[in-house]
């Protein structure tokens, strides 16, 4: 059969291993979805989706629809990001922040002809993947625990060829939670500016900040709005990741390509899903509601995981998930196994987050409404990991 | 500025000369989005996305939601296409048709390395721009005017070369609205086993065929599901089109990789689309009234621009647009603008749709819930190219 072989060296996740847990006492930590598989979405926005389907809005978005979504988010952009949209600064709606990030890395590569992209890792597998798929070179610029996974801005320039495309950055970095400083992204800017270099920023976590660390949207450093590609997803700041919809912000020369791409491969947004996020932008209340919970949930469940003997569980300054170090235990296969056995818990095994990341593993916290779900499951994964090591 | 340099040769409808129509007089036939931008959709409909919405289905889509949708479209595609999904035949549920068509095209080139995508003209913009911008090469095989825009299955193979991997089929054609005899789908599929080639078929306009036609489903034929890839778009049947929802069917072993690649992309689909395609399903009677009106209006509508000296309009078999020869007048630009000016009616140029379509116009009948506006428009059409021509 002939299909692109590029598609053989694909990552995609295995999930055969959670097969085995239990219907009933299974607990899966998997879930980038907030508070999923529960309920309880904020009224607001489901009457704005029941005013929509009653109001007939179930074309392609009319004018209106994208004009209140629109401004919603400009407002947002301003308020939060610093970040202006004007004839140089321009907004793409996408089908979620996954898309967002594809078309932006895809603007700046040429398929198969050598263009290499720059990804930290640990990192999101789908960042990995866009450049298989889209015929270009993954480089890695490892990150390193000693430091906290902080970016080395002379490691990653070492990285850069005459080939280098572009860097992606998730910040928050994604799976680890990292927030730069502003002095480390400034340098990051020189170095861009430098090289020429384009960056493509994933900020799908840049609200779920704990601990009150101060947030730097990197596009709004002088001078980057030029060479940055912002990838926004709220369907994690407004929970609203099933309704897909996320925007990228970006030079308005790269903008109305991704356009005309956007337009050939999902056409427009769901006019439903536009309204959703428009409402629940007017109704930032819950974000901040959530961003408590799940970090009062972060202490808890980090205290439960890192009093683990042999086992490393840094608090996380962003994010949904802890990054737990368990490779003094075996291969994050082998624990991942164990858990399903043992604690009937599935977590996500390091390995799917990059290379050099084996013996780790990526565990939700965000999911389930309820704290003690999570708790429980963090418990049973410390008594398994005892017992493993005969210590129970 | 560093970018995929494909893209400069992309195809992007240019819309400004239609920001001259008056707000209040003007209409756009245009929009393949049906009785756009009217409302009045079923309440059965609606009514779904309601209940959806009050049970908290805003996550990513549930078992349940996934089972609901896969047994309503696998009962469709048993009971009009013929297909049975099974271990070797498998569907892949994406965010709208377009999508569909790009990840099956994709999924059967390798970029920039000389993969050729046969494509008939005229055709829908975005099946060129999807291989361009994939790094591959579009070939073009166009119909003609002469014996009703039928496929020569002949001089289809002379397009073939040792790069060619795959063909794109739209069924029943777009723009043009041509549905295929068995017996020339027979021969296609002869000719693709001598010639061991892929198929891509997009048949989001298969319940939109007129005058009691049998229509014939592709990957229904004897041994054509291990060739094809079949797109299926329920926002033209089932009036979805901003739901963004569509299927593909086809070898397990091709849509398992795209599955891997949508899962990339766009993630798992919108359940609130899923719940409202599963349920339009269980509706299907309002697919044929609106069938119905469609070619009472096609029938109506037709008369009027045929009429028109020097202008030819046959009757589509198929489709919500007609395909308007204006060759003896002038160019395609040249007549939109005039109708835009005299007419104050947008139509499409036919150079849209690709090579040797200049002096044709793509007019579609399905916009408007009102026949009036429709039959308006068109009357308004045949007053301006006579005066065009000196003879009102």
């Given at each position: 059969?002939?299909?692109?072989?590029?598609?053989?060296?694909?990552y995609?996740?295995?999930?055969?291993?959670?097969e085995?847990?239990?219907?009933e006492?299974?607990?899966?930590?998997?879930s980038?979805?907030m508070?999923?598989?529960?309920?309880?979405?904020?009224?607001?926005v489901?009457?704005?989706?029941h005013?929509?389907?009653?109001?007939?809005?179930l074309?392609y978005?009319?004018g209106?629809?994208?004009?209140d979504?629109?401004?919603?988010?400009?407002?947002?952009?301003a308020?939060?990001n610093q970040?202006?949209l004007?004839?140089?600064?321009?907004l793409?709606?996408?089908?979620?922040?996954?898309?967002?990030?594809f078309?932006?890395?895809r603007?700046?590569v040429?398929p198969?002809?050598?263009s290499?992209?720059?990804?930290?890792?640990?990192t999101f597998?789908?960042?990995?993947?866009?450049?298989?798929?889209?015929?270009?070179?993954?480089?890695?610029?490892?990150?390193?625990?000693?430091?906290?996974?902080?970016?080395?801005v002379?490691?990653l320039?070492?990285?850069?060829?005459?080939?280098?495309?572009?860097?992606?950055?998730?910040?928050?970095?994604?799976?680890?939670g990292?927030?730069?400083?502003?002095?480390?992204?400034?340098?990051?800017a020189d170095m861009?500016?430098?090289?020429?270099?384009?960056?493509?920023?994933?900020?799908?976590?840049?609200?779920?900040?704990y601990d009150?660390?101060?947030?730097?949207t990197?596009a709004?450093l002088?001078?980057m709005?030029?060479?940055?590609?912002?990838?926004f997803?709220?369907?994690?700041?407004?929970r609203?990741s099933?309704?897909r919809?996320?925007?990228?912000?970006?030079?308005?020369?790269?903008?109305?390509?991704?356009?005309?791409?956007?337009?050939?491969?999902?056409?427009l947004?769901?006019?439903?899903?536009?309204?959703?996020?428009?409402?629940?932008?007017?109704?930032?209340?819950?974000?901040?509601?959530?961003?408590?919970?799940?970090?009062?949930r972060?202490?808890?469940a980090?205290?439960?995981?890192?009093?683990?003997p042999?086992?490393?569980?840094?608090?996380?300054?962003?994010?949904?998930?802890?990054?737990?170090d368990v490779?003094?235990?075996?291969?994050?296969?082998?624990?991942?196994?164990?858990?399903v056995e043992?604690?009937?818990?599935?977590?996500?095994p390091?390995?799917?987050?990059?290379?050099?990341?084996?013996?780790?593993l990526r565990?939700?916290?965000?999911?389930y409404?309820?704290?003690?779900?999570?708790?429980?499951?963090?418990?049973r994964?410390?008594?398994?990991?005892?017992?493993?090591?005969g210590?129970?």
């Amino acid at each position: 059969m002939r299909y692109d072989k590029n598609w053989k060296s694909l990552y995609f996740p295995d999930f055969s291993p959670f097969e085995r847990l239990d219907p009933e006492r299974g607990i899966m930590l998997m879930s980038a979805d907030m508070f999923a598989p529960d309920g309880d979405f904020p009224q607001e926005v489901k009457d704005a989706i029941h005013r929509a389907v009653d109001d007939d809005l179930l074309h392609y978005p009319s004018g209106r629809v994208q004009a209140d979504f629109e401004a919603a988010v400009a407002q947002k952009l301003a308020d939060f990001n610093q970040i202006r949209l004007d004839e140089n600064t321009r907004l793409l709606t996408v089908p979620g922040s996954a898309f967002g990030l594809f078309l932006s890395i895809r603007v700046l590569v040429d398929p198969n002809r050598d263009s290499e992209v720059i990804n930290f890792t640990p990192t999101f597998a789908e960042n990995m993947n866009d450049v298989t798929m889209m015929g270009a070179k993954n480089v890695f610029c490892p990150l390193s625990a000693e430091n906290g996974y902080q970016i080395e801005v002379e490691q990653l320039e070492r990285c850069v060829t005459a080939n280098t495309r572009c860097i992606v950055l998730t910040h928050p970095a994604n799976p680890i939670g990292t927030v730069y400083p502003r002095e480390t992204l400034e340098k990051l800017a020189d170095m861009l500016r430098r090289r020429d270099l384009f960056v493509v920023v994933d900020q799908v976590f840049e609200r779920s900040v704990y601990d009150g660390r101060e947030y730097t949207t990197f596009a709004s450093l002088p001078g980057m709005a030029e060479r940055t590609l912002t990838v926004f997803g709220p369907s994690k700041e407004l929970r609203l990741s099933g309704l897909r919809i996320g925007y990228v912000v970006g030079p308005a020369e790269l903008i109305d390509k991704m356009r005309v791409a956007a337009n050939n491969y999902v056409g427009l947004p769901n006019p439903l899903s536009m309204v959703a996020c428009a409402e629940a932008y007017r109704h930032l209340e819950y974000t901040e509601q959530w961003r408590r919970i799940l970090e009062n949930r972060r202490n808890k469940a980090q205290k439960i995981l890192d009093a683990i003997p042999n086992v490393s569980c840094p608090l996380p300054p962003a994010g949904f998930s802890f990054w737990l170090d368990v490779s003094r235990l075996g291969s994050s296969d082998e624990i991942v196994a164990y858990l399903v056995e043992h604690a009937q818990v599935g977590v996500g095994p390091g390995h799917w987050f990059g290379i050099n990341c084996d013996g780790y593993l990526r565990v939700m916290f965000a999911c389930y409404k309820d704290d003690e779900t999570v708790y429980e499951a963090c418990r049973r994964i410390a008594a398994a990991l005892k017992k493993f090591q005969g210590l129970a």
